[in-house]
């Protein structure tokens, strides 16, 4: 079929599958860099790099570096008695034994290109680099305690041991942390192929603010016998299983006993807001529990919710939190709070229902 005979979806289907771009390299650990995708148009081509035999003239010197480190360690590093780095307890660890396995990792990849390409995050060399920072350091430590000892009269008691390894190994940090600054060794760094990141080497994540619940009727319990203290079958039953008589009391005070504390039979199963006295003009409880359900209301400033009977204060509402509203009664709300306590708000002006 002619391009010409094609319609137009036709033609953009093709165009798509002609210029798709080749899928990006992944892994088990998610995307990663695909080398592909690198522009080496503008790169200048790298002249071949020659050597000695498989290596290059850096990765000969750092062999030959280390070759003198590895034999003089076996010298005594005191005066007296005879004791090399060897010989103290796993003192060799950092000292000799880390760089000697940077040392074969690098002879390893020039046999074995496949082998061991990393240890952990850290390339080959990145962490040759770090094994003989550490060591030198170590073995300047012994000097600056060494000077340390004089100062205060005391004897010198390093040998020339400790002096050799740590001009070595400060030479090896010449070959591996600044080599990439300093020709002919920069030649090692130049015209590498690029490669996939290590997930523990690529760029960190943005940590952003956890965010905040909302505010939720169901926090409460919806279950009508936790909105329920009054005592009786009848109470829960009157009252739509909604606590609006939970402060409420009978015309006699509650009976208590030694403790203060109120008895559940005490309480009045018919609120006195609810009985739909003259003195109130509150509607009967049915029709109150009938034309409310519990909802979130927030006031735009601090409000007491106080006793319906005594008019006491019993809590504070204000815009930092939602309140519980159990009741609607038009001009005021009944709210309870949600250690349990429950009163009545008068004051029901740019209340935000939620």
């Known amino acids: 079929m002619t391009d010409e005979n094609r319609t137009d979806d036709e033609r953009d289907l093709a165009d798509s599958l002609t210029s798709a771009p080749e899928p990006d390299a992944i892994d088990s650990d998610g995307p990663e860099f695909d080398p592909r995708t690198e522009s080496t148009e503008n790169e200048p081509e790298e002249a071949p790099q020659y050597g000695v035999g498989p290596f290059t003239i850096r990765e000969v010197a750092i062999v030959g570096l280390w070759?003198?480190?590895?034999?003089?360690?076996?010298?005594?590093?005191?005066?007296?008695?005879f004791r090399s780095v060897w010989m103290s307890g796993i003192d060799w660890?950092?000292?000799i034994g880390v760089p000697t396995v940077a040392v074969f990792l690098i002879v390893l990849r020039r046999f074995s290109p496949d082998g061991i390409r990393r240890v952990g995050s850290l390339g080959v060399d990145q962490f040759a680099s770090v094994a003989f920072s550490v060591s030198s350091v170590i073995w300047l430590s012994y000097i600056w305690n060494t000077i340390a000892t004089v100062i205060d009269d005391g004897p010198w008691y390093t040998t020339w041991v400790v002096w050799v390894e740590l001009i070595v190994f400060v030479?090896?940090?010449?070959?591996?942390?600044?080599?990439?600054?300093?020709?002919?060794?920069?030649?090692?760094f130049r015209g590498r192929p690029a490669a996939p990141a290590h997930r523990n080497a690529r760029a960190v994540r943005a940590v952003v603010a956890r965010p905040r619940p909302e505010p939720s009727p169901q926090s409460y319990s919806a279950s009508p016998e936790s909105y329920a203290p009054v005592s009786g079958d009848g109470a829960a039953q009157?009252?739509?299983?909604?606590?609006?008589?939970?402060?409420?009391?009978?015309?006699?005070?509650?009976?208590?006993g030694d403790t203060g504390i109120v008895e559940p039979g005490a309480w009045s199963p018919t609120p006195a807001y609810a009985r739909g006295s003259?003195?109130?003009?509150?509607?009967?409880?049915?029709?109150?529990?009938?034309?409310?359900?519990?909802?979130?209301?927030?006031?735009?400033?601090?409000?007491?919710?106080?006793?319906?009977?005594?008019?006491?204060?019993?809590?504070?509402?204000?815009?930092?939190?939602?309140?519980?509203?159990?009741?609607?009664?038009?001009?005021?709300?009944?709210?309870?709070?949600?250690?349990?306590?429950?009163?009545?708000?008068?004051?029901v002006s740019g209340v935000t229902r939620g």
Request: hydrophobic letters at 50%; proline letters at 9%; glycine letters at 8%.
């Open 67 to 81: 070759a003198v480190a590895f034999i003089v360690s076996f010298f005594s590093v005191v005066q007296i008695p």
């Open 278 to 347: 003259a003195d109130t003009g509150a509607q009967p409880v049915a029709d109150v529990a009938a034309a409310s359900r519990p909802f979130w209301a927030l006031a735009p400033v601090e409000r007491d919710v106080v006793d319906e009977r005594t008019g006491a204060p019993v809590f504070r509402i204000g815009p930092t939190a939602w309140a519980l509203v159990i009741a609607d009664r038009g001009s005021s709300f009944v709210v309870q709070h949600e250690d349990g306590r429950v009163g009545v708000l008068y004051d």
């Open 93 to 95: 660890v950092l000292p």
């Open 171 to 188: 030479a090896l940090v010449l070959l591996s942390v600044f080599a990439p600054f300093i020709a002919p060794f920069d030649e090692d």
């Open 238 to 256: 009157a009252t739509g299983g909604y606590p609006i008589g939970s402060y409420a009391l009978d015309d006699a005070e509650p009976s208590t």
